[in-house]
C-alpha cells in the first residue's frame, strides 16, 4: 500500500501564499505521476496541477495558471503546490494523488479516476 500525507494548508487573506506538501511512502511502486485535486463544499473534485515523475512535465488548471506552481523531489518521493496570490474562490479541500500506470493517455492528469492512490487532504481557506 502506498500512502500519501498532505501538510500546508490552512487559513490566509486573499492576496496571501501557502506552500502544500505531499510525501508518498509505503511500498515500492512506480510513480509516473503525482498531482493536486481540491473540492469545494457541493462541487466536484477537480484537477488542479499534476507532474509526470520522470522528466518533471507540468500541467495546470487554467484557473490557477500563473498563481500555482507544483514541483517535485524524486529523492524525497514528495510533490509540492506553492500557491500565491490565493482567492477566495481557491477555499477548498486539496488532494494529492499519485498516478501508477504507465499506459499511454494524453489526459491522464485531468480525471481523478486516472490516479491510483490518495491523500487524506488538506483544507485551504482564503478570506476576503
Known amino acids: 500500500q502506498v500512502q500519501l500525507v498532505e501538510s500546508g494548508g490552512g487559513l490566509v487573506q486573499a492576496g496571501g501564499s501557502l506552500r502544500l506538501s505531499c510525501a508518498a511512502s509505503g511500498r515500492a511502486f512506480v510513480n509516473y505521476g503525482m498531482g493536486w485535486f481540491r473540492q469545494a463544499p457541493g462541487k466536484e473534485r477537480e484537477f488542479v496541477s499534476s507532474?509526470?515523475?520522470?522528466?518533471?512535465?507540468?500541467y495546470y488548471a487554467d484557473s490557477v495558471k500563473g498563481r500555482f506552481t507544483i514541483s517535485r523531489d524524486i529523492t524525497s518521493n514528495t510533490v509540492s503546490l506553492q500557491m500565491n496570490s490565493l482567492e477566495p474562490e481557491d477555499t477548498a479541500v486539496y488532494y494529492c494523488a499519485v498516478r501508477t500506470s504507465w499506459l499511454y493517455d494524453s489526459t491522464w492528469y485531468l480525471s481523478p479516476l486516472k490516479y491510483d492512490y490518495w491523500g487524506q487532504g488538506t483544507q485551504v481557506t482564503v478570506s476576503s
Open positions: 507532474i509526470t515523475w520522470s522528466v518533471g512535465i507540468t
